[in-house]
């Protein structure tokens, strides 16, 4: 489950820190947000989910952040832990497309220890 | 419990040559996706069915590429013939229903045309 490599953003942080990682979505339209976590050779995991009407949802961990008016979506993690090390993607949808995800490009965050 | 399996997990093919890619989603879940990775295009929805029946496939690139799912836990991704741009990643992935975001990958098959 190689992620896409060459071009990636990517989030260095101190283990034990909390991670912020940011997305922008398109489509005014979507009302239904994701993210994904990828680790090298494996399939994307979810992870966490928000619908539009809702601006902030809490996970283990983890925390998600919805802004539809600058149309931004952040993932935040608490203590982050070397097995948080992977690729994360947000994906997006909305119902009139019979909620087909489409996901974007990913920033890679890593762990130092 | 089992989860989405996918088969071949590695498939090195020549230019021309059929590959099907096999998929087993998990017992119960009525949707099924095929997504397709690369490092220029990332993922790629080509083509997803709810309860056997396909309901998108606008994603599959061209003709050389057909998708069937015979039956709720079984599905196959065909390529013929295929083509070097074909190498990617292959990912099968499985969810209780269109309506949620949870979607359950396999590991991939990941293909090489050479």
């Known amino acids: 489950g190689e992620s896409v490599g060459l071009h990636l953003p990517t989030l260095s942080v101190q283990e034990g820190d909390n991670s912020i990682i940011n997305c922008a979505y398109s489509?005014?339209?979507?009302?239904?947000f994701i993210w994904y976590k990828q680790e090298s050779g494996k399939g994307p995991q979810f992870i966490i989910d928000?619908?539009?009407?809702?601006d902030k949802r809490q996970g283990q961990r983890v925390t998600v952040l919805l802004n539809k008016t600058v149309k931004h979506l952040s993932l935040q993690i608490a203590a982050t832990q070397p097995g948080d090390s992977a690729v994360y993607f947000c994906?997006?949808?909305?119902?009139?497309?019979?909620?087909?995800?489409?996901f974007g490009s990913g920033t890679r965050l890593l762990v130092r220890p | 419990d089992a989860g989405v399996i996918q088969s071949p997990r590695h498939e090195v093919t020549e230019m021309g040559q059929e590959v099907t890619l096999r998929c087993k989603p998990i017992?119960?879940?009525?949707?099924l996706f095929w997504y397709r990775q690369t490092m220029m295009r990332g993922l790629e929805l080509l083509i997803y069915?709810?309860?056997?029946?396909?309901?998108?496939d606008s994603g599959m690139p061209e003709d050389r590429f057909s998708a069937k799912m015979p039956n709720a836990s079984f599905s196959t991704l065909k390529i013929q013939p295929s083509e070097p741009r074909d190498s990617a990643v292959y990912f099968c992935?499985?969810?209780?229903?269109?309506?949620?975001?949870?979607?359950?990958f396999g590991e991939g098959s990941r293909l090489t045309v050479l």
């Open positions: 069915f709810n309860n056997n029946v396909p309901i998108d």
């Open positions: 992935a499985s969810s209780r229903d269109t309506y949620t975001g949870e979607l359950f």
């Open positions: 489509n005014s339209a979507s009302d239904y």
């Open positions: 017992s119960g879940h009525n949707s």
């Open positions: 994906a997006e949808t909305r119902r009139d497309s019979s909620y087909k995800l489409i």
């Open positions: 928000i619908r539009s009407n809702m």
